[in-house]
């Protein structure tokens, strides 16, 4: 199985700065099948970024996703007010289980 | 536009059993694959059923092997979950989500959820 290790564990920011959130696995994920959502209280997660790098329908490009292999990154260039929320990275593609790192929540400072 | 929609959970007793429903519309459900997750605020979110578009291939993980059975029935653009001898630990809202084209596992449209609880 696959192990998700998501940091930092909260970070605190200010709207129309940069975050950078980080997601290491314990082996190669499959062809870079690796996927961030993000969750708000309440709600579903929503799908931002398949693939490391495809940012999917209708996600402002302020998202971005990057890297390979066992090091991934999701980098919201300008945190917008509606950006505060939970952000899970997830492997997906090869043999099961598919597993989801713990989270990094992005807060208000 | 892409709607699931979650029923079946509540309340049931250790050993109990459930069936999750999910209800698929705006898009052409046969062509997808599909999947439940479930999430709790101790263990965060969880992948625990896939099922392809033709039911020829399914995957559970492997806490809920032989206990639960994902399945689907396309003329009704519906899923289903069967959650047999339930434990505790399987306490978390569920999540019927579509498959991403590209590769099992990853989903790109969830719906809202449906809170199972495990207790006596």
């Known amino acids: 199985e696959i192990v998700l290790t998501q940091s930092p564990g909260t970070l605190s920011l200010s709207p129309g700065e940069r975050a950078t959130l980080s997601c290491r696995a314990s082996?190669?994920?499959?062809?870079?099948?690796l996927a961030w959502y993000q969750q708000k209280p309440g709600q579903a997660p929503r799908l931002l970024i398949s693939?490391?790098?495809s940012r999917a329908t209708g996600i402002p490009d302020r998202f971005s996703g990057s890297g390979s292999g066992t090091d991934f990154t999701l980098t919201i260039s300008r945190l917008e007010p509606e950006d505060f929320a939970v952000y899970f990275c997830q492997q997906y593609g090869g043999s099961p289980p598919w597993t989801f790192g713990q989270g990094t929540k992005v807060d208000i400072k | 536009e892409v709607q699931l929609v979650e029923s079946g959970g509540t309340l049931v007793k250790p050993g109990g059993s459930l069936r999750l429903s999910c209800e698929a519309s705006?898009?052409?459900?046969?062509?997808?694959?599909m999947n439940w997750f479930r999430q709790t605020p101790g263990k965060g979110l969880e992948w625990v059923s896939y099922?392809?578009?033709?039911?020829?291939?399914?995957y559970h993980v492997d806490s809920v092997k032989g206990r639960f059975t994902i399945s689907r029935d396309n003329a009704k653009n519906s899923l289903y979950l069967q959650m047999n001898s339930l434990r505790a630990e399987d306490t978390a809202v569920y999540y019927c989500?579509?498959?991403?084209?590209?590769?099992?596992?990853?989903?790109?449209?969830w719906g809202r959820g449906t809170l199972v609880t495990v207790s006596s």
């Open positions: 693939g490391a790098s």
């Open positions: 082996q190669s994920v499959n062809f870079n099948y």
């Open positions: 705006g898009f052409t459900f046969n062509t997808y694959s």
């Open positions: 989500a579509r498959n991403i084209e590209t590769a099992m596992g990853g989903a790109d449209y």
């Open positions: 099922i392809s578009r033709s039911s020829s291939v399914l």
